[in-house]
């Protein structure tokens, strides 16, 4: 008799145990699910802050753009038809478009931003790339070595300041006029900046599709 109990005290004490961290186990998911925030409360409240997280935050929209150079465009933008390249003798893509401009031709920013980089190319010479809202970068190639005073990684720029002058640094582009090779990538991909820019001479329809005619060569819509 003495033998069964002793059996059967380790059961009743694994029972007792299960028993506590079930119980804790229960305190537990309670306390976690009466402390977790409300996300639906069905009064939309602060909803001045989301639509400006989703609308109108700065990030999201991207600027209204100047022209880097006033010139017109000399060899367009083409990302997956190749193009004759007169220096290499070869067709090639072309991710920007080629500007016409005097050498030593003063090159502005774009829109306001900040410097993410400076740098020689051994093909596409002097280039410098800004970052702008919209999560667009404009980039700028074919420089005088030369660059503004000031234009450094990090340095934040406004809209029209002059960011260096039209070199001929670029070895893949010699055989051409002087010009400001100028490329402009939205979210990562690069996009025809004549979707964004109304350049001296371009035709309507080249502008999104629309009419360029009261244009001041700017575009305000937000990113899709």
Not at 144 to 155: F, K, L, Q, R, S
Request: with cysteine; charged share 20%; proline share 5%.
């Amino acid at each position: 008799m003495e033998e069964n109990e002793n059996k059967k005290t380790p059961r009743i004490i694994y029972l007792s145990v299960a028993i506590v961290l079930a119980l804790v186990s229960v305190i537990i998911i309670a306390t976690t699910v009466a402390n977790k925030p409300n996300t639906n409360t069905g009064d939309n409240t602060n909803t001045d802050t989301n639509d400006e997280q989703t609308n109108g935050n700065i990030s999201d929209t991207l600027p209204t753009f100047s022209l880097p150079v006033s010139g017109e465009i000399s060899m367009d933008f083409s990302d997956t038809v190749p193009v004759f390249s007169e220096t290499l003798n070869d067709y090639r893509t072309h991710l920007g478009v080629d500007i016409s401009a005097s050498l030593g031709e003063e090159v502005i920013a774009v829109a306001d931003g900040v410097v993410t980089n400076v740098w020689d190319d051994p093909f596409m010479g002097t280039c410098i790339s800004i970052e702008h809202s919209g999560n667009a970068i404009s980039i700028y190639k074919n420089l005088d070595p030369e660059v503004a005073d000031g234009i450094i990684i990090g340095a934040s720029v406004n809209s029209g300041d002059v960011i260096g002058a039209v070199g001929e640094s670029a070895m893949n582009e010699l055989a051409s006029e002087p010009h400001l090779h100028y490329e402009l990538k939205v979210d990562g991909t690069h996009v025809d900046p004549k979707k964004h820019f109304k350049f001296p001479g371009q035709k309507p329809e080249e502008n999104n599709g629309e009419s360029t005619e009261n244009s001041d060569n700017t575009n305000t819509e937000s990113k899709q």
